[in-house]
């Protein structure tokens, strides 16, 4: 069964870059299409981004378009989320997910595997 790690969320300021990753050490994610949601408490997870198993098409929510670009190096095993000039409102966990059902991935009911999340605090 597919186990997803993401890291690399820490506290950073606004405007700042950040970049996520996501691995799994004894699965291949090269067939499953991946993505990316977020979660602040109290309110539901939403879809950030999502890329297919051969990193041809990719897919934003509006919110993030022109700052976030989602990558995945299948050589490598790892999905990715460059966030450039971040917000304070972009302060969530962060959790990569995986599909095998879809070719894209775009909401919570798409996901077959959800990794633990990475904490991205963005301070004013």
């Known amino acids: 069964q597919v186990q997803l790690v993401a890291s690399g969320g820490r506290l950073v300021q606004a405007g700042d870059s950040l970049r996520l990753s996501c691995t799994d050490s004894e699965h291949s994610l090269s067939p499953y299409a991946m993505a990316w949601f977020r979660q602040v408490p109290g309110k539901a997870r939403e879809f950030v981004a999502g890329i297919d198993a051969v990193g041809a098409r990719t897919f934003y929510v509006d919110f993030v378009k022109g700052r976030f670009t989602i990558s995945r190096d299948n050589a490598k095993n790892a999905l990715f989320l460059q966030m450039n000039n971040l917000e304070p409102d972009d302060t969530a966990v962060y959790s990569c997910?995986?599909?095998?059902?879809?070719?894209?991935?775009?909401?919570?009911?798409?996901?077959?595997?959800w990794g633990e999340g990475t904490h991205v605090t963005v301070s004013s």
């Open positions: 997910a995986a599909s095998g059902r879809v070719l894209l991935a775009l909401t919570p009911n798409d996901i077959d595997y």
